[in-house]
C-alpha cells in the first residue's frame, strides 16, 4: 500500500509568516490533490497536480509536485487567520483506483 | 449548482437503533463515495458508486448498509452501530472514474454518536 506522509503534524504561526507544508512518499503517483478542512466541515478541493514538477498558484498558496511525482509542497505567503485549518494532502494510486490520504498539517494562524 | 448536501449535520443515535444518513448533488456526477473520518485523522474510504452500482466496498461491516436510490441520491443505512463507529461520515462526488485522480466534492458531514 502506498503512504504519504505529510510534516510537520502541527503549525502554529503568526499571521504575516510565511510557511511551507510537506507531502512525501517512497512511492510514484499519478496525481495529487491538496485539501482544506475547517473544524465540523467536509475537505475543500483546493488543487490538484498532475505532471512531475508542476507549479500551481492560488492566489497566495503556491502548491508543486515533485519531478519524480513522489512529493508535494503547499507554500502559503503571509499566513491569514483565515488560513486556520487542516490540510490534507492525498494522492492517486498508480495503478489503482484508491484515494490515499495523508494524516493532515494542522495549521492556527494567530492574529 | 456545485454542492453536495448531507442531513442530518448531526445524529445522536443508541446501539439499538436504526437511522439513515442521507447525501444529495445535483452536478450530474456519477460515482458517489462514503467516507468516514474518526478525529485527528484522515478520511477512510467506506464504499464507492458508480452509475448506481456498488462498485467498492472496503470491508466495512454490515451494520453499514449503502443505498443508490438514483444519480443524485446516496443514503447510508445504519443499525446495531457500536461506539466506536462515532465519526463525521463524508459524502463525496465526482464525475466517474475522475474523483481519485483529479479530487472529490466532499459534503459537509454527518456527526455521528454512538450511545
Known amino acids: 500500500t502506498q503512504l504519504l506522509e505529510q510534516s510537520p503534524q502541527f503549525l502554529s504561526i503568526q499571521e504575516g509568516e510565511n510557511l511551507t507544508v510537506y507531502c512525501n512518499s517512497s512511492?510514484?503517483?499519478?496525481?495529487l490533490q491538496w485539501y482544506r478542512q475547517e473544524p465540523g466541515e467536509g475537505p475543500v478541493l483546493l488543487v490538484t497536480?498532475?505532471?512531475?514538477?508542476e507549479v500551481k498558484k492560488l492566489k497566495r498558496l503556491t502548491f508543486q509536485f515533485g519531478d519524480a511525482r513522489k512529493d508535494s509542497s503547499l507554500h502559503i505567503t503571509a499566513a491569514q487567520p483565515g488560513d486556520t485549518g487542516l490540510y490534507l494532502c492525498?494522492?492517486?494510486?498508480?495503478?489503482?483506483?484508491?484515494?490515499?490520504f495523508g494524516a493532515g498539517t494542522r495549521l492556527f494562524v494567530k492574529a | 449548482d456545485t454542492e453536495v448536501t448531507q442531513t442530518p449535520k448531526h445524529l445522536v443515535m443508541g446501539m439499538t437503533n436504526k437511522k439513515s444518513l442521507k447525501c444529495e448533488q445535483h452536478?450530474?456526477?456519477?460515482?458517489m463515495y462514503w467516507y468516514k473520518q474518526k478525529a485527528k485523522k484522515p478520511p477512510e474510504l467506506m464504499f464507492v458508486?458508480?452509475?448506481?452500482?456498488?462498485?467498492i466496498n472496503e470491508s466495512v461491516p454490515s451494520r453499514f448498509s449503502p443505498e443508490c436510490p438514483n444519480s443524485s441520491l446516496l443514503n447510508l443505512h445504519l443499525h446495531a452501530l457500536q461506539p466506536e463507529d462515532s465519526a463525521l461520515y463524508l459524502c463525496?462526488?465526482?464525475?466517474?472514474?475522475?474523483?481519485?485522480?483529479?479530487?472529490?466534492?466532499f459534503g459537509s458531514g454527518t456527526r455521528l454518536t454512538v450511545v
Open positions: 463525496a462526488s465526482s464525475p466517474p472514474g475522475t474523483g481519485e485522480r483529479y479530487g472529490y466534492t
Open positions: 512511492s510514484v503517483f499519478s496525481s
Open positions: 497536480v498532475v505532471t512531475g514538477g
Open positions: 492525498a494522492g492517486a494510486e498508480t495503478g489503482g483506483f484508491k484515494t490515499i
Open positions: 452536478m450530474g456526477h456519477r460515482a
Open positions: 458508486y458508480s452509475y448506481e452500482k456498488l462498485s
